[in-house]
């Protein structure tokens, strides 16, 4: 068998493993670390807001950190995260000359504030707005519709990761 480049399979491997090590070295001194969970002021937080799956989401997400728990009620919980849902738009952006869609955009628009069991408030009402463009086609219709699914879903993904992190400490 020929050796590659006159090295032999454990100089290959010294060699890898110096420069993963040296990467290793060189990340550490920049100050990158890797995400950790969420650090929050609070130990069990009730979600007063409509059965909806922003809201399923993000209990799963908080419950997942392991560093809060979900409250039954406000009664028992130290913070109460407040909304009135979630609200999905769709709206035409562009058409051709003959009338048909081209072009929508998609949109979701979530309201919250954070409060204390006694009242008071830990978070002033916030809003976070994601909205993306999506192509169409009538021709393609039953795709565009699964494909407008795929994308609502990847941006109440991003909402809710933006609410666990102004959440947060």
Known sequence: MKQLHGLNGSARARR????????????????FTLRQAPDFGFKRIALAMPS????????????????VEIAADAAHADAVLESAGETRERTVVSVTATGE???????????FRLRAAD?????????????????????????KEAEALM???????DIVQQVIRRLAK
């Open 52 to 67: 909806t799956a922003l809201a399923t989401e993000l209990r799963r997400q908080l419950e997942g950190t392991g560093r």
């Open 151 to 157: 994308l609502y879903q990847n941006m109440q993904s």
């Open 16 to 31: 890898r493993l110096l420069a993963a090590a040296g990467a290793a070295l060189l990340l550490s001194a920049c100050g």
């Open 119 to 143: 009242g008071r408030e830990l978070l002033p009402e916030a809003e976070i707005l994601r909205q993306i463009d999506q192509s169409y086609s009538e021709s393609a219709a039953l795709s």
């Open 101 to 111: 869609v081209r072009e929508f955009q998609l949109r979701i628009r979530f309201k």
